[in-house]
T-cell receptor, first 112, second 112 residues
């Protein structure tokens, strides 16, 4: 039990739609990161938020955006969905000063 | 840029066999190195880590040694169990960044 919960667990969307994925972190974890894991691949870093500000971004286009809220919840938004966006999206939180990440179980997104 | 290469799977072993999963990396500076494990239907869990050259991380009978001269961080276990069946990911965190770069994962199947 990592204390990180994600919703929904599964989601089906069609190409061109928009989606919002949600994550609830452990209390006191000021950093939240999002990763995309395609089938059979390792997770790829999308971005990180620290105290509600974006604190680093991977090689993902601007249609991937995020929000972090003071209550330790966060969102990943993806606009104009493409077929290649089909993947498991993982949220991970951490305390301020160390690298240990606590991962949620992920949201499986299918884009048809 | 940073990259992690790990042996392709699946690796199929009998219970009590010796396990090695190879991992090599490319990075600037002095990254921290990690092994994560992903059980079916669950998120990633940190298995072990090492933060500097010659450090040995260990947990639950698994070990890995940070070898800077060979840029490697191979995972080993002396006697695997059926419950060790999972996907194992090698990862690195660059100095000053909290983003993890993952390998593509190695599926381990342990047969009774």
């Amino acid at each position: 039990e990592t204390g990180v919960t994600q919703s929904p667990t599964h989601l089906i969307k069609t190409r061109g739609q928009q989606v919002t994925l949600r994550c609830s972190s452990q209390s006191g974890h000021n950093t939240v990161s999002w990763y995309q894991q395609a089938l059979g691949q390792g997770p790829q870093f999308i971005f990180q938020y620290y105290r509600e500000e974006e604190n680093g971004r991977g090689n993902f286009p601007p249609r991937f955006s995020g929000l972090q809220f003071p209550n330790y919840s966060s969102e990943l938004n993806v606009n104009a969905l493409e077929l290649d966006d089909s993947a498991l999206y993982l949220c991970a939180s951490s305390p301020d000063t160390n690298e240990k990440l606590f991962f949620g179980s992920g949201t499986q997104l299918s884009v048809l | 840029g940073n990259s992690v290469t790990q042996m392709e799977g699946p690796v199929t072993l009998s219970e009590e066999a010796f396990l090695t999963i190879n991992c090599t990396y490319t990075a600037t500076g002095y990254p921290s190195l990690f092994w994560y494990v992903q059980y079916p239907g669950e998120g990633l869990q940190l298995l072990l880590k090492a933060t500097k050259a010659d450090d040995k991380g260990s947990n639950k009978g698994f070990e890995a040694t940070y070898r800077k001269e060979t840029t490697s961080f191979h995972l080993e276990k002396g006697s695997v169990q059926v419950s060790d069946s999972a996907v194992y990911f090698c990862a690195l965190a660059d100095t000053g960044r909290r983003a993890l770069t993952f390998g593509s994962g190695t599926r381990l199947q342990v047969q009774p």
